[in-house]
């Protein structure tokens, strides 16, 4: 944006609307501009849900003369996909305030938009961009908009700029009314935006869920979902992660959702929270009988909070799922916790990830879940600083569960010993499919004992063993054992340096197994000789691997020749996407499996996706 010295006071306002159309390789037509998604379903696709979007990444405002606008880059913004509960940070370049001469042009310009409209399939192939221009009804009368928190449009502005502005709003916000989905996280639109946009959300009633994280919303900005709520009556999930709403503002969250029958997902990640604030969530957890979902990742939430929400459970009869990743719960937190879960019935996910439970939390916890008829499917309970002792009360827990589902342990230093109390837990138990054991510390002796038990035990679907110094032995004990037995169907072997002879194993492996349909074997030094291992493999005999990670492997030309010439062999691979990321291909070996993965899709039309 130019300084406000360097406008020329001389020309008409104008607002316009910017969309550069490109591609996107689906049946619906698609347009993709910076900031906005706009999607709704379409008729004639075959999507599997109807709900209609709206995305929101990036207000930009420019101002230029004589109808030449200012240069500026290009800002692309994507989207994570979490699970994943993840929000993104705002842009470097914020929406900001400033100050311009009485008649200088403003305009509002959304760039790299994405607009899927059903119904009316826009031409895709145009390029360049298309100037929209909309007649706007007159402005809400006392509307005062502003940018960013603070901030209002300059009062020496003109009242035609400052009447058009807020025209242009008004109708952009009346447009979202219909939207089931509202994403605008990262916009940075402050307190005022938030009011401003509150207008139009609450008499939206199809609108189910709204992301409003990352935008510099504080305790005073919350008061807006107060009229929100009371119309609208629809509104399922509630993402404010991001925001510095602190205590204050997670009290006034809870005073407005009191008696809010429709909100069943509430994430308040990285929103400053501290135990004031949990109390005031556990209150109205007390109170509230339709939240099933609480997110409170990485706050500063300590025992006493811990303390607050343990009390909640003990007489909320509906929350399925509670989220305290990142918080300082430590071993009296964990405790309080088991306490409160002993009389509950109806949570099924417990997320703890970093909180430095330690052993004596786990006894603790472990005792209080099993004394109570919580039926848990989702444990979390990484980088909380266990050790081989902590393992076996986990372990006593795992036996006797009828149903946990997934269990992660990741970071945690439990060693060869805790392995080998996790693997007698195995064979007892018949409900765990999934399980995290990366980064604690086991070498080949602790992966044999878990091996063993994979022989007898058909429920284990996914293994993520990674950034563990098994070697090649642990790498052996592995491959003997899935070759015909177990049910493995996702394998991670990420960092545990197996090497070119332990790549050999695992390839083995490959000729014989038929459930493996990912694998991960990235930072392993395989090199050139363990990629041929592999691609021999794959070259006749494999037929159900979908995916394969061979990231950080120190792999050059010759190692992506013989993947590229398997590829070319093998008609009934079934592999779609290979990492060669981070390796040392020259432009040779990257040619090679270029032309690989041509090749398999002029003869069999399978596209595979290679990354190198």
């Given at each position: 944006m130019g300084h406000a010295s360097a406008l020329s006071p001389y020309f008409q306002p104008k607002i316009s609307l910017s969309l550069q159309s490109e591609a996107f390789g689906i049946s619906a037509s698609c347009y993709r501009a910076h900031g906005l998604l706009l999607s709704f379903p379409n008729t004639a696709s075959s999507f599997p849900s109807r709900r209609t979007c709206f995305r929101f990444s990036t207000l930009v405002v420019r101002a230029a003369d004589g109808g030449a606008r200012r240069q500026s880059s290009v800002r692309r913004v994507y989207r994570q996909s979490q699970g994943e509960s993840a929000f993104r940070s705002a842009p470097v370049q914020q929406i900001t305030s400033f100050v311009v001469p009485a008649g200088s042009f403003v305009a509002f310009t959304f760039a790299d938009s994405f607009v899927e409209i059903g119904g009316e399939n826009l031409d895709a192939k145009t390029k360049g961009p298309t100037l929209v221009e909309n007649k706007s009804p007159a402005p809400a009368k006392g509307m005062n908009w502003s940018f960013a928190a603070g901030t209002n449009l300059f009062p020496g502005l003109t009242a035609k700029i400052d009447r058009e502005s807020k025209q242009k709003l008004n109708e952009f916000a009346k447009e979202i009314r219909s939207f089931s989905i509202v994403d605008m996280s990262g916009c940075n639109f402050g307190d005022e935006g938030l009011f401003f946009l509150a207008e139009s959300l609450a008499y939206n009633q199809t609108l189910e869920e709204v992301s409003f994280a990352a935008n510099g919303i504080t305790a005073e900005g919350i008061k807006a979902f107060d009229r929100v709520l009371q119309s609208n009556f629809v509104l399922k999930t509630l993402n404010l992660s991001g925001n510095p709403i602190g205590d204050e503002g997670a009290k006034s969250l809870c005073d407005i959702l009191v008696d809010n029958n429709s909100i069943e997902k509430l994430q308040l990640n990285s929103a400053d929270l501290g135990d004031e604030g949990a109390k005031a969530i556990a209150d109205l957890l007390k109170k509230n009988s339709n939240l099933r979902v609480i997110e409170l990742n990485n706050n500063m939430i300590d025992y006493s909070g811990f303390t607050s929400l343990a009390g909640a459970f003990l007489e909320n009869a509906t929350v399925r799922s509670i989220y305290l990743n990142g918080n300082y719960g430590g071993a009296l937190g964990a405790n309080a916790l088991a306490k409160g879960l002993e009389g509950n019935k109806s949570l099924r996910e417990l997320h703890l990830q970093g909180n430095s439970i330690g052993d004596e939390g786990v006894r603790a916890l472990m005792s209080g879940l099993s004394a109570s008829k919580v039926k848990l499917t989702h444990l979390d309970l990484g980088n909380n600083s266990i050790s081989a002792k902590g393992a076996f009360h986990i372990a006593e827990y795992v036996k006797k569960s009828k149903s946990l589902f997934?269990?992660?342990?990741?970071?945690?230093?439990?060693?060869?010993?805790?392995?080998?109390?996790?693997?007698?837990?195995?064979?007892?138990?018949?409900?765990?499919?999934?399980?995290?054991?990366?980064?604690?510390?086991?070498?080949?002796?602790?992966?044999?004992?878990?091996?063993?038990?994979?022989?007898?035990?058909?429920?284990?679907?996914?293994?993520?063993?990674?950034?563990?110094?098994?070697?090649?032995?642990?790498?052996?004990?592995?491959?003997?054992?899935?070759?015909?037995?177990?049910?493995?169907?996702?394998?991670?072997?990420?960092?545990?340096?197996?090497?070119?002879?332990?790549?050999?194993?695992?390839?083995?492996?490959?000729?014989?197994?038929?459930?493996?349909?990912?694998?991960?074997?990235?930072?392993?030094?395989?090199?050139?000789?363990?990629?041929?291992?592999?691609?021999?493999?794959?070259?006749?005999?494999?037929?159900?691997?979908?995916?394969?990670?061979?990231?950080?492997?120190?792999?050059?030309?010759?190692?992506?020749?013989?993947?590229?010439?398997?590829?070319?062999?093998?008609?009934?691979?079934?592999?779609?996407?290979?990492?060669?990321?981070?390796?040392?291909?020259?432009?040779?070996?990257?040619?090679?499996?270029?032309?690989?993965?041509?090749?398999?899709?002029?003869?069999?039309?399978?596209?595979?996706?290679?990354?190198f």
């Open positions: 997934w269990l992660n342990m990741y970071m945690n230093d439990i060693g060869d010993q805790g392995a080998e109390k996790v693997a007698e837990a195995l064979k007892q138990n018949r409900s765990l499919a999934i399980i995290d054991l990366g980064g604690n510390n086991i070498h080949a002796k602790g992966i044999s004992e878990i091996a063993q038990v994979l022989k007898d035990n058909s429920v284990i679907s996914t293994l993520e063993v990674g950034y563990n110094p098994i070697g090649p032995d642990g790498a052996e004990a592995l491959s003997e054992v899935l070759k015909f037995h177990g049910s493995i169907k996702s394998l991670k072997l990420g960092w545990c340096q197996i090497g070119a002879k332990g790549a050999e194993y695992i390839a083995d492996t490959l000729k014989y197994n038929n459930t493996i349909t990912i694998l991960d074997l990235r930072g392993n030094g395989l090199r050139d000789e363990g990629a041929r291992c592999l691609a021999r493999s794959l070259k006749v005999v494999n037929e159900v691997l979908n995916e394969l990670d061979l990231g950080f492997n120190e792999i050059r030309d010759d190692g992506a020749f013989a993947i590229a010439q398997a590829l070319k062999a093998n008609e009934d691979v079934k592999i779609t996407s290979l990492n060669l990321a981070n390796n040392f291909l020259t432009k040779f070996g990257q040619s090679a499996l270029t032309d690989a993965r041509d090749h398999v899709y002029e003869m069999n039309e399978k596209e595979v996706n290679i990354v």
